[in-house]
């Protein structure tokens, strides 16, 4: 539908209307929720048995990680597609690599988000963005296409389990 509409309203207005749709159901989730007379509560705090972090040094430091982190996913996603046709891939295969790391992406958010809740959380996240590195370096070295899209795949997931394994 988002491409039919580009092509018959062009770009702008695709955008428009699509804003206009979201916010049309916004309002109707709103209006729905307060007519059902539903009585929403905010839960109760959970007791973490992890310590608040109370040092400003480490405080800076997770937001850096998750910043560079974050930053380095998007760059991958940015970036997928330049990735995997540099090597020669079909139109088919760049659009399942960039699609592979947006999957990969929701899976680590999941998963670390799961995980965090199971193993310590630096574990998780040394673990999986040394994958995601080691994965990078194989493409260096490996330039195939085939290669390429499984190790966009682990960096997707590294990005998606730090996003869900940071907070």
Sequence with gaps: LFSAGIEVLGIGTTFVV??????????????????????????????????????????????????????????????????????????????LGTSMVGIGNGIGRLGGGWFSDRVAPRRILTTMLLLAGLALLVVATVPAVAVSIVALTIVGV?????AGAYP
């Design 18 to 95: 699509t804003g206009a749709f979201m916010a049309l159901v916004g309002i109707a989730a709103f209006v729905l929720l307060r007519v059902s007379r539903v009585d929403i509560q905010t839960p109760s705090p959970i007791p973490s048995h992890r310590p608040v972090v109370q040092s400003k040094g480490l405080f800076w430091a997770l937001w850096f990680g998750f910043f560079f982190g974050a930053f380095a996913g998007v760059m991958v996603l940015g970036h997928a597609a330049a990735i995997v046709g540099s090597f020669g891939a079909t139109p088919e295969q760049i659009v």
């Design 158 to 162: 590294g990005y998606g389990t730090m």
